[in-house]
């Protein structure tokens, strides 16, 4: 569905907890994005990586970490940091810069 | 940085007629602009794009306007119907970037 495998689609984070937040594609993108979406917002880009073993802080990067040690994949972790965690993250892939995204169907993180 | 502004932020329209959503750029840079759909708990999908080497892109009912001397793209739905009602997000891209600059969303109402 789509390419973009986003798992759980629902998570709850106690306090001072990591969690980590899955990205599959196989669309064979070299592009691939983190968002997060507040309600009736729209969305503020956390990380990006161009390329594997590359990635790079977006415009909201504090209180998150991500690796990309293989092509189809790019996890996200939420760390004890991120004071407000609560949101609904999209994790999307394009061929390169500047070409259409392609999304995955999303996770919900809520705070206990 | 890139600044993108888009209005209206909520619209209602009766079932058969047309809806504009329009959105304002900063950066005379910019030379990609995409338009995705979101219904309410799904992901964003996209529905038209348009480069700034075309002025105008249509797509069924769906049309995409762009007027890069002051800056602004704008997207019509005509014969508008139920099936129509999501949020709209206009998006900002430019070349040598991987950074896409969305818009608050307009909140599309079609009343039958």
């Known amino acids: 569905d789509g390419g973009i495998t986003q798992s759980p689609k629902y998570l709850f984070r106690k306090e001072g907890q990591n969690v980590t937040l899955s990205c599959e594609q196989n669309l064979n993108h070299d592009a691939m994005y983190w968002y997060r979406q507040d309600p009736g917002q729209g969305l503020r880009l956390i990380y990006y990586s161009q390329i594997v073993n590359d990635f790079q802080k977006g415009d909201i990067a504090e209180g998150y970490s991500v690796s990309r040690e293989k092509k189809e994949s790019f996890p996200l972790t939420v760390t004890s940091a991120q004071k407000n965690p609560t949101a609904f993250y999209l994790c999307?892939?394009?061929?390169?810069?500047?070409?259409?995204?392609?999304f995955g169907s999303g996770t919900q993180l809520s705070v206990l | 940085g890139e600044n993108v502004e888009q209005h209206p932020s909520t619209l209602s329209v009766q079932e058969g007629d047309s809806a504009v959503i329009k959105c304002t750029y900063s950066d005379s840079a910019s030379n990609y602009f995409p338009w995705y759909k979101q219904e309410l708990g799904k992901r964003p999908q996209l529905i038209i794009d348009?480069?700034?080497?075309?002025g105008e892109k249509k797509d069924q009912r769906i049309a995409v306007t762009l007027n890069k001397t002051a800056k602004h793209f704008s997207l019509h739905i005509t014969e508008t119907q139920p099936e129509d009602s999501a949020v709209y997000f206009c998006v900002v891209g430019s070349s040598g970037t991987y950074k896409y600059i969305f818009g608050t969303g307009t909140r599309l109402k079609v009343l039958a």
């Open positions: 999307a892939s394009s061929m390169t810069g500047n070409e259409k995204l392609f």
């Open positions: 348009i480069r700034s080497n075309v």
